[in-house]
């Protein structure tokens, strides 16, 4: 079973810069298809981007894209969500993900087997 954790996320003001990282233990991340959904008051999650296993294929929310990187180190068993430029809009908590099938680039919440606690981005007007 992989043990997922998020950190990073904080209070920006509009327009800064915030890293999310993952750090994954109980298994070995390049297994999983890995994801980055977020979750705001009152609304879905949603998937904001998702990294193959391999590290080649690549998704992004309509919104994140050219703001937002997906990255990760198999080798260290870490993934990572790079979100610059950010808005108001962004604030939610912030959640990484696994999925087993590698095959797929799931965006659905349900394809999504393991959960991490998740990391509240507050961006600020």
């Known amino acids: 079973q992989v043990h997922l954790v998020e950190s990073g996320g904080g209070l920006v003001q509009t327009g800064g810069s915030l890293r999310l990282s993952c750090a994954a233990s109980g298994g070995t991340l390049s297994d999983y298809t890995m994801g980055w959904f977020r979750q705001a008051p009152g609304k879905e999650r949603e998937a904001v981007a998702v990294?193959?296993?391999?590290?080649?294929?690549?998704y992004y929310l309509r919104s994140g894209k050219g703001r937002f990187t997906v990255s990760r180190d198999n080798g260290n068993n870490m993934a990572f969500l790079q979100m610059n430029n950010l808005e108001p809009e962004d604030s939610a908590v912030y959640y990484c993900?696994?999925?087993?099938?590698?095959?797929?680039?799931?965006?659905?919440?349900?394809?999504?087997?393991?959960w991490g606690q998740g990391t509240k981005v507050t961006v600020s007007s």
């Open positions: 993900a696994a999925e087993s099938d590698r095959s797929r680039m799931a965006r659905s919440e349900s394809d999504y087997r393991y």
């Open positions: 990294i193959s296993y391999h590290t080649t294929t690549t």
